[in-house]
């Protein structure tokens, strides 16, 4: 089903309830898609709200929408990411499948090794709208103020588990990885992590290192692979 946003709709909105959607979210759907009078449309507002509407009549600056069906989801918070700032085209393609794969927080880390970063806040807001549209995210994902790795380390003990995908270490992934009600997966950067970092990683008590049999990965596709393979286990965990 297409997809809009729209931030302003109201928690109190009825079924059978005509109202008019106004600015961008009108000229994608007019001039982009052109869809027509009696087509469905699901409007977001990014904060679990889900309303399926029928399009009444458009114009080019609004349309009329009559609400078919109102949904609440609630928010899916099983893995944060910790991310050692990539380069900026990487940082977007990550932001993006943040949204698309359900990531609810994102940490921004400064690590040795790691990308200084200049994306404004109005250019993430529009990365993470037009992935939320996409996807039929129903939530928007909380991005963190980059903060050091040492500040990393004290707050990832507050975390069931620590996920570190690494080639350096000796450990191979375990048959029976555990999955915690919260948890958080770290992605280090392309340079990989410095020596000290990597001892202050294997002090945690919560981290578990892992290693796949895989040649080294960019961080926009170990983003993918890692959260593909924990969400794997978690799925096949909630199954026995």
Do not use: W
């Given at each position: 089903m297409r997809a809009v946003l729209d931030k302003s709709i109201s928690e109190n909105i009825q079924i059978g309830e005509v109202f008019e959607l106004k600015g961008e979210a009108v000229h994608h759907l007019v001039n982009v898609v052109r869809i027509k009078a009696g087509e469905q449309v699901m409007?977001?507002?990014?904060?679990?709200?889900?309303?399926?509407?029928?399009?009444?009549?458009?114009?080019?600056?609004?349309?009329?929408?009559?609400?078919?069906?109102?949904?609440?989801?609630?928010?899916k918070s099983w893995m944060?990411?910790?991310?050692?700032?990539?380069?900026?085209?990487?940082?977007?393609?990550?932001?993006?499948?943040?949204?698309?794969?359900?990531?609810s927080n994102i940490i921004q880390i400064k690590s040795v090794y790691s990308q200084?970063?200049?994306?404004?806040?109005?250019?993430?807001?529009?990365?993470?709208?037009?992935?939320?549209?996409?996807?039929?995210?129903?939530y928007f994902p909380a991005i963190?103020?980059?903060?050091?790795?040492?500040?990393?380390i004290k707050k990832a003990q507050s975390y069931d588990h620590i996920f570190v995908f690494s080639t350096?270490?000796?450990?191979?992934?375990?048959?029976?990885?555990?999955?915690?009600?919260?948890n958080?997966?770290?992605?280090?950067?392309?340079?990989?992590?410095?020596?000290?970092?990597?001892?202050e990683i294997y002090s945690l008590a919560n981290v578990n290192l892992l290693k796949l049999d895989l040649p080294i990965m960019r961080s926009t596709t170990a983003v993918n692979v890692a959260l593909g393979?924990?969400?794997g286990i978690k799925d096949a965990r909630s199954q026995i």
């Open positions: 409007i977001l507002n990014g904060n679990g709200l889900e309303v399926v509407t029928q399009i009444e009549s458009s114009f080019k600056k609004s349309a009329f929408l009559k609400v078919c069906e109102i949904r609440k989801k609630d928010k944060d990411l910790a991310l050692c700032l990539p380069k900026k085209d990487a940082y977007e393609s990550i932001l993006k499948s943040c949204v698309e794969m359900g990531i200084k970063v200049f994306l404004s806040p109005e250019r993430v807001d529009k990365i993470i709208e037009t992935a939320l549209i996409q996807s039929n995210n129903p963190e103020k980059a903060i050091e790795f040492r500040d990393l350096k270490t000796n450990q191979t992934v375990k048959t029976t990885l555990s999955i915690g009600k919260k958080l997966m770290l992605i280090g950067p392309e340079g990989g992590f410095s020596k000290s970092e990597e001892e393979y924990l969400l």
